[in-house]
């Protein structure tokens, strides 16, 4: 059996191999070839903005987040997950696609195939900013998730110590915290469960032992840069926190290469998120709770907490949906706030706070989606609103709806999903803003399968 360190060793030689089993090697992966396909109008002339789907029928496939730009450096392709199956809980050792699309010709093709996906962020693949030649994606390899970056011009791939939740803007590192256990406190961001069915739970000894862990992309090195242990040190109100085991979620670094975002989440007795917000320099230091637990998971009139932290553009601010009852408001919020804490804003009263907020870089819109459960913006035919709020004059343009219903109805998690863990009926629209800000990028069901799709905003910026 090859060991992880043999495994390490062998990748930062350079070689471009990688582990699919035990003691069984792959070498660089041959990309498929491009398959043309049209890419249809959706329900032409009825929004305020042309959509578009740019998936082929035959699949079920997503973009990666709200807050990763599906589109290459240069604009011309699109990267998405083809999912090997929806309305079925993900089984270790399946194996999903990473594809990429190229507008301009209307073709498809696949670059890889990966063990480590889920519902939520598919194989959460990202570009690298500088050319259109890497894809960062993750991968299950000797029963570890990992890193890989997939060379598109030589089909090369490296495989790296350790696991991405989010590639550095300048590519020489990435960020996560544990995959293997992540689907304790929320399903479909992480990996599947492994093969006993359940993720196995962080305990109080691994406190030190666990937490945010960086690999630096250079020299192959993965270090533990935060132990969960510092953000119940550092948490302003950690005494809410007593006896609790910590996990960490969201970890994302900021445009500018200078500061991370990390959501940290402690279950009581085993259950619960309890969840608030630090941010930390790219070394680690200066680890600051910026938004406390009791702020975080104040409840909304019509349902609902806090959600979705997301920076802003300028890498200084975060955009979140808050309720700020200590201001006095009881509603879900879109909100910004400095990554100390500071300067917390009210970006609308008007405008209700729903879904996936993200803003451009001159603040002037934001972009968000909904949950079906959040009636008060989502008609009653259930299809989800691509909202457009301009922050300037405090207005709201509903770019288009979309069916996201792939079995579960207006239900997103069946009874049957719960009881054996999984997210195979959540469908998010999760609206990504194109590099120049002119199109957006979502997911949707108009027919009950996975597809995606681009608004062109052109005619209504």
């Not at 010709?105 to 480590?116: D, N």
Request: some cysteine; hydrophobic content about 35%; overall charge neutral.
């Amino acid at each position: 059996m090859i060991n992880r360190r043999e495994f390490i060793q062998t990748t930062t030689a350079g070689l471009a191999v990688w582990l699919t089993g035990p003691n069984v090697w792959a070498g660089q992966y041959k990309a498929t070839a491009w398959q043309n396909y049209d890419f249809k109008p959706y329900r032409k002339g009825d929004f305020a903005a042309p959509v578009t789907k740019v998936t082929p029928d035959g699949g079920f496939y997503l973009h990666t987040f709200y807050d990763v730009c599906p589109w290459s450096p240069s604009g011309r392709y699109l990267v998405v997950t083809k999912l090997p199956y929806q309305r079925k809980k993900p089984v270790w050792g399946d194996a999903a696609e990473i594809c990429v699309i190229d507008l301009q010709e209307q073709a498809i093709r696949t670059v890889y195939s990966t063990k480590g996906w889920s519902f939520q962020l598919g194989a959460n693949v990202q570009w690298g900013n500088t050319s259109d030649r890497y894809l960062y994606t993750n991968d299950v390899i000797n029963e570890i998730p990992v890193c890989v970056r997939l060379d598109l011009e030589t089909g090369k791939v490296k495989a790296y110590a350790g696991a991405k939740y989010d590639l550095a803007p300048d590519e020489k590192s990435v960020i996560s915290p544990e995959l293997r256990n992540m689907n304790i406190h929320q399903y479909g961001y992480a990996v599947p469960d492994p093969p006993s069915g359940s993720p196995i739970p962080f305990t109080k000894d691994e406190m030190n032992s666990e937490g945010l862990w960086k690999t630096d992309l250079t020299t192959n090195k993965r270090k533990l840069l935060r132990p969960l242990q510092d953000f119940f040190n550092a948490a302003e109100d950690g005494d809410v926190y007593e006896d609790g085991i910590g996990y960490l979620f969201h970890s994302k670094y900021n445009p500018q290469n200078t500061r991370i975002m990390q959501v940290f989440r402690a279950q009581i007795n085993g259950k619960g998120r309890n969840a608030s917000l630090f941010t930390m320099d790219m070394d680690g230091k200066n680890l600051k709770q910026c938004l406390s637990q009791e702020h975080w998971n104040h409840k909304a009139r019509l349902g609902g907490s806090g959600n979705h932290p997301n920076w802003h553009p300028d890498g200084e601010r975060i955009i979140m949906n808050c309720i700020p009852a200590w201001l006095g408001l009881n509603d879900m919020l879109f909100c910004s706030f400095r990554y100390d804490g500071s300067d917390f804003k009210v970006l609308s009263e008007k405008h209700l706070g729903s879904g996936h907020p993200s803003v451009e870089p001159t603040s002037t819109y934001l972009l968000s989606d909904a949950y079906p459960k959040q009636t008060y913006v989502v008609g009653e035919n259930g299809e989800i609103p691509i909202r457009l709020l301009n922050l300037n004059n405090d207005s709201e343009l509903q770019l288009c709806t979309i069916p996201t219903d792939v079995g579960g109805g207006k239900n997103q998690y069946l009874p049957e999903d719960r009881a054996t863990g999984g997210s195979q009926h959540k469908l998010d629209p999760h609206p990504a803003w194109s590099r120049n800000y002119s199109e957006i990028c979502f997911n949707g069901a108009p027919e009950m399968v996975r597809q995606v799709f681009v608004a062109n905003l052109k005619e209504v910026l």
